[in-house]
């Protein structure tokens, strides 16, 4: 499968879900203009990111229930304006993470797995606010989330 849609990260997706955070309504004014101008990718990972922090209360102060979660990933799942594409950790990825492995450290091996995602599906737009975790892919281009003006 392939998609010219934009990819978005799970910080994206997290900051339109938590309430609390500083970069919430920016998140969900990306995440809508996203959706209106075609929709936009995540990958299979994303999706286990999103779950794993959202129901986490170290990361965002008020954790949602696993259900709400659960509810909120099966709407990403069943959406039109949602690609959710697999994430493969195969030979191939091995081989593909050579080229990048004196810069990938600890938990930047879910990072690779994104690009790599991105890589397969000719995917080169990254909205996230990481943009310094993705810049070592020459590929992708990292849109900071933080100060996009999608006007």
């Given at each position: 499968?392939?998609?010219?849609?934009?990819?978005?990260?799970?910080?994206?997706?997290?900051?339109?879900?938590?309430?609390?955070?500083?970069?919430?309504?920016?998140?969900?004014?990306?995440?809508?203009?996203?959706?209106?101008?075609?929709?936009?990718?995540?990958?299979s990972?994303?999706?286990?990111?999103?779950?794993?922090v959202?129901?986490?209360?170290r990361?965002?102060?008020?954790?949602?229930?696993?259900e709400?979660?659960?509810?909120?990933?099966?709407?990403?799942?069943?959406?039109?304006?949602?690609?959710?594409?697999?994430?493969?950790v195969?030979?191939?990825?091995?081989?593909?993470?050579t080229?990048?492995?004196?810069s990938?450290?600890?938990?930047?091996?879910?990072?690779?797995?994104?690009?790599?995602t991105?890589?397969?599906?000719?995917?080169?737009?990254?909205?996230?606010?990481?943009?310094?975790?993705?810049?070592k892919?020459?590929?992708?281009?990292?849109?900071?989330?933080?100060?996009?003006?999608?006007?």
């Amino acid at each position: 499968m392939t998609s010219f849609r934009p990819m978005a990260d799970t910080n994206s997706l997290v900051y339109a879900h938590n309430r609390d955070s500083q970069h919430h309504q920016q998140a969900v004014s990306i995440v809508r203009d996203l959706i209106e101008t075609g929709g936009f990718c995540i990958s299979s990972l994303i999706l286990f990111e999103f779950f794993s922090v959202i129901t986490n209360g170290r990361k965002v102060e008020s954790p949602l229930s696993t259900e709400t979660a659960l509810t909120i990933i099966d709407d990403m799942l069943h959406s039109q304006s949602i690609d959710v594409l697999p994430t493969h950790v195969d030979p191939a990825f091995l081989v593909w993470l050579t080229q990048y492995g004196r810069s990938v450290k600890r938990y930047q091996i879910y990072d690779a797995a994104i690009a790599y995602t991105m890589q397969q599906n000719h995917i080169s737009v990254l909205y996230t606010n990481n943009t310094k975790d993705f810049q070592k892919f020459e590929f992708i281009q990292p849109i900071n989330t933080t100060y996009v003006d999608m006007e």
